[in-house]
């Protein structure tokens, strides 16, 4: 049995898990990260997540959270730029699902609503219709991401949460995307209308740390901001007519199925 299996599927372990999806365990894990004692987890954390280094600039690590998000060298994610194409804004593995009657998607047990995800009934039903793109990082990923279209960008929103892990085991017991940590912002996209673009927090996660939380005009390709460690989720939520899928992504629609993707990779295009 894993420690997360432990966790999430044994009395005793649910009772443990309490403590550790709370906020102080996960800023208290943050800071021990963000000291340079932390320095002594990296190299078993690439060799564990068989990670390319050779990717990535690596000057001034001085903490393990400096390693974490780490910066990608120039060109190893060229962001599309052909207008119109919509663009993956970070690495992760990517679901996608059909919003109808404010229904975001059903994973495994847990069902979540465009109006409990954004704690706003009226922005919600701006989407019914739409698509939501579910990006989940895992801690291999790339955990830099930018924003997807240009436009307009309203203030930030934050929702206080919890922490639990986005691994499918977490998912099927709990909803996860509802109860965890998350910031949004709300875009008014020159290709694709007005969307939101979501940050969602995990177990461990010390930050969420978005650049400008302010209202400013934004540029696609442009980074956003960047998670501190943990996996993590991007959701980004677009209305109707507004994106046609890519021909080869629409066989996971409403599937509960993932695809890996990269920063900068067209997942669609405009209507």
Known sequence: MTVLSFLYNN??????LRPLISRSVSELSGKFLDCRA??????????????????????????????FCRRIKNGRRPIDGEKGNLIAPCDGLLSIYKITDDLVLSVKQSKYTISRLLKDKKLASFFDGGYV?????????????????????????SIKGIYHT??????????VFIENERKYSVIDSDGFGRAVQMEVGAMLVGRIVNDNPFECRVVRGLEKGHFEYGGSTIILLLSKDRV??????????????????????????SC
């Open 11 to 16: 009395r005793i372990g649910r009772i443990l």
């Open 38 to 67: 932390s320095k002594i987890l990296i190299g078993p954390f690439i060799k564990k997540n068989d990670i390319n280094v050779d990717d990535y600039q690596l000057e001034n690590i001085n903490c393990f959270n400096d390693f």
């Open 133 to 157: 793109f579910v990006f989940r990082l895992c801690v291999n990923h790339y955990h830099r991401y930018v924003y997807f279209d240009s436009g307009k960008k309203y203030n930030d929103r």
């Open 166 to 175: 986005v691994r499918p085991i977490a998912l099927e017991k709990y909803p």
């Open 244 to 269: 046609e899928i890519r021909k080869d992504f629409q066989d996971i629609l409403n599937k509960n199925i993932e695809i890996p993707v990269v920063m900068g990779e067209v997942i669609g295009k």
